[in-house]
């Protein structure tokens, strides 16, 4: 019988065989692409070039250096002693006596007196009044600095002790990402509703996936590392997070201009006067608000367009670029990575016998004679970051 039921009289959709009813689907698969990647993207395609490792170990370094430190902080009380009275630096009360050389003319902020260093050895360094006979103040305020700027020299001096700084290296490691799409033959022949499901488009998606991990990546790793394991090696480099240590600023509540400018004026002291400052959606959220507190609406003509379209901030110490990083979620949507444009870099592992490391598409690597096919996707990058005290990180406590 080829017939399942006898309908009598006017049909209706409810007489209709559901199996039989073709379905109303577009045709377009809607993919959720909620972030973008704006370190990656300046990273990949900025104007600083990326550079490729050769190193085996994907160990990566480079030298850094600056020039001679020319002040130390007070940590501790001083008492001026002895006829005439002098301050003796070590350890116990500041920051770093040894950056003294004899006769270097020294500056005390507290007092605002001129002096010179007499005598230095290993342990402590001897500050007596420039003028060799007056008394020196005792010091109580804690913080307060000692400059060097200049050096007391007589008529016929010979030569002054050479000092000068000694390069430090740095380094960090390049993480492997890697991801696979895998589809049988019976998925790639088959026909679906939507497109974005053959192995061509998962394929594409996953790259996109993977970008969004190398950003996470590149801005939150805290550490840097290897571990071996038989005849292999499994590295990994650290983030933004893990590299930035100085100029680091917290702040409670809203962020007011004053706090978000105090530490602009703490991070442009070093490095290049222009930065970029990535942060998370309530921080930009702030930034936002007392920008906009400082423009007044006029009621007449009538407002159709309300806001501010913030992309730089001037500052009297240097310009910065805005930048919304929607991958800065969690705790980190309250977090801002100020970067210094010029002292940034992507690295990668050169080339091997396969093509490039640095991004590639490998097609079929499933295993021979397998009713289907394997796609693997892989980068092997990492982060150069140069003089970490050129940047910063405002956080919300």
Not at 103 to 125: G, K, P, R, Y
Not at 183 to 208: C, M
Not at 273 to 289: E, P, T
Not at 343 to 353: E, F, P, S
Request: proline share 3%.
């Amino acid at each position: 019988m080829a017939y399942e039921t006898i309908n009598k009289g006017n049909l209706g959709t409810a007489s209709l065989n559901q199996a039989s009813v073709v379905p109303d689907i577009e045709k377009v698969l809607q993919i959720l692409k909620p972030y973008q990647t704006p370190l990656l993207q300046f990273l990949w395609f900025g104007k600083r070039d990326s550079k490729e490792v050769k190193n085996a170990y994907a160990k990566f370094s480079w030298f850094e250096n600056e020039f001679y430190p020319h002040q130390t902080n007070i940590t501790a009380a001083i008492t001026a002693s002895g006829t005439p009275a002098t301050l003796t630096l070590a350890s116990s009360n500041c920051g770093a006596y040894t950056i003294f050389n004899l006769d270097d003319i020294v500056l005390i902020e507290e007092t605002e007196q001129m002096a010179f260093v007499s005598a230095i050895n290993s342990s402590q360094a001897v500050l007596t009044h420039i003028d060799g006979t007056s008394n020196l103040t005792s010091l109580e305020n804690l913080g307060g600095y000692i400059k060097i700027i200049g050096s007391r020299n007589s008529e016929n001096n010979g030569v002054r002790t050479a000092v000068t700084t000694r390069e430090i290296e740095k380094f960090n490691y390049l993480t492997i990402f890697s991801e696979s799409i895998a589809t049988t033959g019976r998925q790639q022949a088959g026909e679906y509703y939507t497109d974005g499901t053959d192995h061509a488009a998962l394929v594409a998606k996953r790259i996109e996936e993977m970008k969004l991990q190398a950003e996470r990546y590149f801005m939150f790793a805290p550490s840097q590392g290897y571990a071996t394991s038989g005849n292999y090696r499994t590295t990994w480099g650290h983030g933004f997070l893990g590299r930035v240590t100085s100029n680091v600023n917290t702040y409670t509540g809203t962020l007011s201009e004053t706090v978000f400018d105090d530490h602009l004026m703490e991070v442009f002291e070093k490095g290049s006067n222009y930065k970029i400052h990535l942060c998370g959606s309530n921080q930009l959220k702030d930034i936002n608000a007392f920008i906009k507190s400082r423009y007044e609406l006029v009621p007449d003509p009538v407002t159709k367009v309300y806001g501010v379209d913030l992309r730089e901030y001037i500052t009297p110490f240097g310009k910065i670029g805005i930048v919304w990083n929607p991958v800065m979620d969690g705790k980190f949507a309250n977090y801002g990575f100020t970067i210094d444009a010029n002292k940034v870099r992507l690295r990668y592992m050169a080339a091997d016998k396969k093509g490039a490391r640095k991004f590639r598409v490998e097609e079929g690597v499933e295993t021979p004679g397998q009713d289907g096919t394997t796609t693997k996707i892989l980068m092997d990058i990492g982060l150069e970051l140069h003089n970490e005290e050129c940047h910063g990180i405002l956080k919300k406590a």
